[in-house]
Structures are given as C-alpha cells and as structure tokens.
C-alpha cells in the first residue's frame, strides 16, 4: 500500500527566504511522486513529478523536489519565497501500474511580506 | 487546449434534492477520475474510468452516489438524495495515454452545498 506523510501542516515565511515543504512517503513498488499546488478556490496545479529519472527534479515557478529513496523522502524546496507562492501544496504518490493517486494532507504555505 | 472543464463552479442545494455535477475531460485522455476534496478527510479518489468503463468505484461513499461516463468526453457525478455531509469541492482529472502516463491534469473543481 502506499501512503504520504507531509510533516508540516502550516509553514510561514517571509517574503525572501527560503522555503521547505516536507514530505515522507511510504510505497511498495517503484513510486512516481508529484507536488501538486492548490491557490485559494483554485483547482490543482502540477508542481512538478518525479519518475525515476533524475532525483532533483525542477518544477514551475522555481521549486525543486529531491528524491531520496533512502529516506523515503521527497521535500519541496524553492530559493526565495514570492507573496504569490501562498498556498496549499500537497505531495503525491502514484504507485507504477497503479492508477490513482494518494494525496498527504497538505501544507498551508504562508508567505509574509 | 482549454483543459478539464466542470460544470457548474459552485452549486447550492437543499438537503434530499439530486445534485448532478458535469466533467469533460481534456480531448484524447483515457482516464477520468472524480476526487473529493473536504476539511475533514482531505482528497479522496471516488471513481475513475478507463475508457468510458468504470474500473474502481471502491471510494464511492454510498449508494447515494453514482456516476457515469457514457462517452470519452463526458461525465457525471450524481448524489441522490445528497446531504449536508456531502458539502465539498469536487474535482474532476484526466491522464493522457502517452507522454508522462501518471499525471492527472485537474479541473477547476464544483463546491457544493448542501443546506
């Protein structure tokens, strides 16, 4: 079975800084792990998604995910936080073969001025 | 491509009417999913099709709940009779046969109401 974990429901940070969104995952098999972002009364955008090709993997708006398969992890990164990143961002994983996904719970991004 | 479309946006009912909400997917994608998404449970898969078939409805909540595909560029999601517990955003997704198999491309979502 497979499972995320996203370790932060809430992180604040100010305009500027750097940004760090955790996630765990749990899988059986060979996992495609995606960041999908959620702006208020917004539907889901894909961030970016890993597919067992490069383990640092680029998205839009300049976040970057690492896969570290012996950590299960797979954090969100982004250098400088932008008032526009406010927002839902969840962690997702497909499992190969397997035709849905699971989303973890969410992190509430904030971004202070 | 104007991406997955749902209808309507929002959608306010009263307790034991039928609510049917509407999805076309992007034009040559092969699966539909219909997600919920609520406070209390997050996002939650209900059902998805692969051509036009239904393959996994184990997410349904109840039988108040069906849906349908009759072609490969419609869908419904019907709740009869719904209730208030049934308030929620409901997305509806698509995956492209080809290129990048395991991403789901979202519409903008259905909040419903039910009063």
């Known amino acids: 079975a497979q499972s995320v974990t996203q370790l932060d429901s809430h992180v604040s940070v100010s305009e500027g800084t750097p940004v760090l969104l955790r996630c765990n995952y749990s899988?059986?098999?060979?996992?495609?792990l995606f960041w999908y972002v959620q702006h208020p009364n917004k539907g889901l955008q894909l961030l970016l998604k890993?597919?067992?090709?490069?383990?640092l993997v680029k998205g839009i708006n300049g976040f970057e995910a690492e896969f570290k398969k012996s950590e299960t992890s797979f954090h969100l990164t982004k250098p400088s936080a932008h008032m526009s990143d406010a927002a839902e961002y969840f962690c997702?994983?497909?499992?190969?073969?397997?035709?849905?996904?699971?989303f973890g719970s969410g992190t509430r991004l904030q971004v202070q001025p | 491509d104007a991406g997955v479309i749902q209808s309507p946006r929002h959608e306010v009912t009263e307790m034991g009417q039928e609510v049917t909400l509407r999805c076309k997917p992007i034009?040559?994608?092969?699966?539909l999913f219909w997600y919920r998404q609520t406070m209390m449970r997050g996002l939650e898969l209900l059902i998805y099709?692969?051509?036009?078939?239904?393959?996994?409805d184990s997410g349904m909540p109840e039988d108040r709940f069906s849906a349908k595909m009759p072609n490969a560029s419609f869908s419904t999601l019907k709740i009869q009779p719904s209730e208030p517990r049934d308030s929620a955003v409901y997305f509806c997704?698509?995956?492209?046969?080809?290129?990048?198999?395991?991403?789901?491309?979202f519409g903008p979502g259905t909040r419903l109401t039910v009063l």
């Open positions: 034009s040559g994608h092969d699966y």
């Open positions: 890993y597919t067992s090709a490069a383990t």
């Open positions: 099709f692969n051509n036009n078939v239904p393959i996994d």
């Open positions: 899988s059986s098999y060979s996992p495609s």
């Open positions: 997702v994983v497909s499992e190969t073969g397997r035709r849905a996904l699971t």
């Open positions: 997704a698509s995956r492209s046969p080809i290129g990048s198999p395991d991403t789901q491309y």
